[in-house]
């Protein structure tokens, strides 16, 4: 069994074993790609970024392992897991970090990294909603929600102290940069006032449907949700169908007092994992 960095056209022999929305950043090089094979047929990658940070300590970023059922349980995970790590120490990083929701596949991460040395996990559960885009925007619009002009900035559109403010936030809050808002598909929305970030809006692609996964409105400002919720409904509106499924990911108190007001009490439940790995 054999795992290592792959680069180029080689990517290719992998890319069943890589999720859709991270193409994009390896074409742009932003994120790295370790692929393992067994018999020189491919049976699994690991997809990570590195970050230098000023004020933080470099490390790794995990945002994607898996390997073919055919292969499990032949130790082709923790092998591409100690390469990545290999990798770290050679590039002097001592820590990398992982953040994932829990559905399908991804639900057999938390024994497979509970048991690594070095490895520190945390379950987190909150409350999901079920929606269309369409139902969604006239639930807005019913309880008068889409009143005013939009003001969420779109995340690419941010610039100089603006962006600062954002980025900073993000990766305290969730220990994601900035760029995973960048791609249109699966935008941010943020609001700064008086060099203080007061609202946000993200969205991500989860392996079923586009996910709303955080909403904040500091101060619970009416106008200001309305202008986070306007700005999103005009950008959903050009890139997506009105039936697309939404999942909503209630992991903040307004945005469940708000799926609430609109839809009532939600029936489902979100799982993510979160984690940190320390490889000296």
Avoid at 198 to 203: A, Q, R, V
């Amino acid at each position: 069994m054999q795992s290592e960095l792959v680069f180029g056209a080689a990517i290719q022999k992998y890319e069943e074993f890589i999720p859709g929305e991270y193409s994009a950043g390896i074409n742009q090089t932003r994120f790295q790609v370790l692929g393992a094979a067994m018999f020189r047929e491919p049976c699994g990658a690991l997809v990570f970024e590195t970050e230098k940070t000023p004020g933080k300590t470099p490390q790794g970023r995990l945002v994607s392992i898996y390997v073919s059922p055919a292969h499990r349980r032949l130790g082709v995970g923790s092998s591409l897991l100690s390469s990545f790590l290999s990798h770290l120490r050679a590039l002097r990083l001592y820590e990398a970090s992982f953040f994932v929701r829990l559905e399908g596949d991804r639900r057999m991460l938390p024994p497979f990294f509970q048991q690594k040395e070095g490895v520190e996990t945390e379950i987190l559960e909150f409350p999901l909603g079920r929606c269309s885009i369409k139902d969604v925007i006239a639930a807005f619009r019913e309880n008068g929600l889409l009143k005013g002009a939009a003001s969420g900035t779109v995340a690419a559109d941010l610039k100089g102290p603006e962006r600062q403010i954002v980025s900073a936030y993000l990766r305290e809050e969730f220990d994601q940069p900035l760029e995973d808002y960048l791609n249109a598909e699966t935008p941010g929305f943020f609001q700064v006032d008086h060099s203080e970030l007061s609202g946000i809006l993200l969205f991500s692609r989860g392996e079923a449907a586009l996910e709303l996964s955080y909403l904040l409105n500091k101060g619970g400002d009416g106008r200001r949700l309305a202008g986070l919720l306007l700005s999103a409904k005009e950008h959903l509106e050009r890139l997506y169908s009105p039936w697309e499924h939404l999942e909503m990911l209630l992991t903040t108190d307004q945005a469940l007092a708000l799926y609430r007001k609109m839809f009532g009490e939600p029936r489902d439940r979100a799982v993510l994992l979160r984690g940190s790995i320390h490889c000296r």
